[in-house]
């Protein structure tokens, strides 16, 4: 009889699904049916507009408070800075107000419809205030770009583009105290432009995209490993990893699974991307460079459909909020303490099995990411390690849920590698016979067996990880 090695259990989902899981509640204020366009958060508030002139406000993201400041009017962004809060609409709309209450239109001397506004301001010892060294930008169609020092007096700025502009963004340039504008819009464009009173713009990178780029951000905050991302038309995920220039190539991200959506919000914080889109399409990436689709809802079963349109962060709260159509808004709670990863190393031969047990507790199914390593143990001076792990999963009947041998051999080996990383678990070699599955399961108790595939004796490691 197979003798029982090892047994270890462990509860998952035990509480509310952390971020670094997949789940997003839904906070959609009641009676709001609006389209919301733009969420910011500054200055300790939750701020989005919507395609009805309404202003949305909330201190924690889950409550929320509605405003008229343009009935009737499409209010596309809105964005903060030492001035004030700014929000631009179509045929040239630019409110200002001091304190998200009494709303002043200033002129912006176009009727064009404006997409994207933000302050390209640089910290405080440079001289935050400082017009020369700070600038709103609001961008929009037919090539519009203005900018103000003060939100008050906008002018009109050459882009030598004729199409729509739609993202903007800043970073601190290596060497300099005013940093560099960057504009993205129809077709795959990029402007770059220097931040002051007269940015001046030119084109200077070439997105290697020919859709259309709907956002950008830069996280030149992460001064040792700075990089920009861009989002757009039919799923597409760019980044240039030397933003403190915008300069060099910019690459294409991948997605597991990949989508065709149109991603429009993007925002960073607390070590993650988050980019939202159509059909409720929400990825995240820790590095920018590989994403993962997640569920937009509390379970696979709330997932929404809605078209997503902007994304915003809380350092404060360590909250992410998702806005989008029909009034929706999503919201990321901070992790939770959960204990998600178990490990242990078990002898496995013809006679021997080595079996590791787990709980999966709670009303939501929860994804698990089981590996079954022998042959990369090696690396690790483990002497003997099993050289061809065969990994089972059963549930608590008994029946096979799943089972692999070597792990290149699943139908999406990049899912595998990109969730390893994810968790913080040890890559694993490619191609390599060490074995592993990625499995969304329902509640209850399964077992993972390790056996050897030719008869083979050695040492194998059990890993599993919530993801």
Do not use: H
Request: with cysteine.
């Amino acid at each position: 009889m197979k003798q029982l090695l090892g047994a270890v259990l462990f509860s998952l989902a035990t509480v509310t699904p952390s971020f670094a899981q997949v789940f997003w509640s839904n906070y959609s204020p009641s009676g709001v049916t609006d389209d919301i366009w733009c969420i910011t958060y500054a200055n300790g508030t939750f701020a989005a507009v919507t395609n009805q002139g309404n202003l949305l406000t909330s201190i924690d993201g889950l409550t929320w408070t509605n405003q008229a400041i343009a009935p009737g009017r499409w209010l596309l962004s809105i964005a903060y800075g030492p001035k004030g809060w700014v929000v631009v609409g179509d045929q040239g709309t630019i409110l200002v107000s001091t304190d998200l209450k009494t709303w002043v239109r200033e002129i912006s001397g176009t009727t064009n419809k404006l997409n994207g506004v933000f302050f390209t301001g640089v910290p405080d010892y440079v001289g935050y205030n400082n017009p020369n060294f700070c600038t709103y930008i609001a961008v929009g169609d037919n090539g519009t770009i203005l900018t103000s020092p003060d939100a008050q007096a906008w002018s009109i700025q050459p882009s030598g583009v004729s199409g729509s502009l739609y993202g903007v963004t800043f970073s601190e340039t290596a060497g300099t105290i005013m940093g560099s504008i960057l504009v993205s819009g129809e077709g795959g464009v990029l402007l770059r432009g220097v931040n002051s009173a007269t940015p001046g713009f030119a084109f200077s990178n070439n997105s290697g995209t020919s859709q259309n780029i709907e956002a950008l951000y830069s996280n030149w905050s992460l001064y040792s490993n700075p990089i920009a991302i861009g989002i757009g038309s039919g799923g597409t995920i760019i980044n240039n990893a030397n933003t403190l220039f915008f300069g060099g190539t910019w690459s294409n991200s991948t997605t597991s699974p990949s989508t065709t959506a149109i991603l429009r919000g993007l925002i960073y914080g607390n070590g993650y991307w988050v980019a939202a889109g159509d059909r409720g399409t929400i990825e995240t990436s820790t590095d920018g460079i590989n994403w993962i689709q997640r569920f937009s809802g509390d379970s696979p079963s709330t997932v929404t459909s809605a078209t997503l349109l902007s994304a915003a962060y809380s350092s404060t709260l360590q909250r992410f909020v998702v806005t989008g159509m029909g009034g929706t808004i999503l919201v990321s709670n901070p992790p939770p303490t959960v204990f998600g990863n178990v490990s242990t190393r078990g002898y496995v031969s013809s006679v021997q099995t080595f079996i590791g047990g787990f709980v999966i507790q709670g009303t939501a199914p929860r994804t698990v990411l089981i590996r079954a390593d022998g042959p990369v143990l090696s690396t690790f001076s483990v002497s003997s390690p099993l050289p061809d792990p065969v990994l089972t999963v059963y549930d608590s009947k008994g029946n096979v849920i799943a089972t692999n041998t070597g792990w290149t051999t699943n139908s999406t080996p990049g899912t595998i590698s990109t969730a390893a990383l994810e968790v913080g678990a040890f890559a694993l070699p490619n191609p390599s016979a060490d074995s592993a599955l990625q499995l969304t399961l329902p509640p209850g108790a399964y077992t993972a067996q390790i056996t050897s595939a030719k008869g083979n004796s050695g040492i194998a490691l059990f890993e599993a990880y919530t993801n």
